[in-house]
């Protein structure tokens, strides 16, 4: 059974950085590539980064192009993300997600994390 677990989130002030770990456990993690997404109250869903399992390629929506970086350590079977200079509006729940490519649409993924609330606020 594949389990993804998130973690890392929390309450930060604006301009501060958190690092969002997503543990697979359940499938082989090399060949899967990884999603993180983020829904806030009375939004949809939104696709954030994902890390490609075999061409090693990332991809980041603009929204956090330059602030965000995403990275995997495959012998633990995790993705990070690291949020740096985070804002108000990145206050949301947070979700990784597998699948064996990146896809632009999040139904797509079949596995997802239970998400991991990050709040930015002063």
């Known amino acids: 059974q594949v389990h993804l677990v998130e973690s890392g989130g929390g309450l930060v002030q604006p301009g501060g950085s958190l690092r969002l770990s997503c543990a697979a456990s359940?499938?082989?993690?090399?060949?899967?590539?990884i999603g993180w997404f983020r829904q806030a109250p009375g939004k949809e869903r939104e696709g954030l980064s994902c890390?490609?399992?075999?061409?090693?390629?990332?991809y980041y929506a603009d929204s956090v192009k330059g602030r965000f970086t995403i990275s995997r350590d495959n012998d633990k079977s995790t993705v990070y993300l690291q949020m740096n200079n985070l804002k108000p509006q990145d206050t949301a729940v947070y979700y990784c997600a597998a699948d064996v490519a990146c896809w632009g649409d999040s139904k797509k993924y079949d596995y997802w994390g239970q998400g991991t609330q990050v709040t930015v606020s002063s």
């Open positions: 359940g499938l082989t993690f090399n060949y899967y590539s």
């Open positions: 890390s490609h399992s075999f061409n090693g390629s990332t």
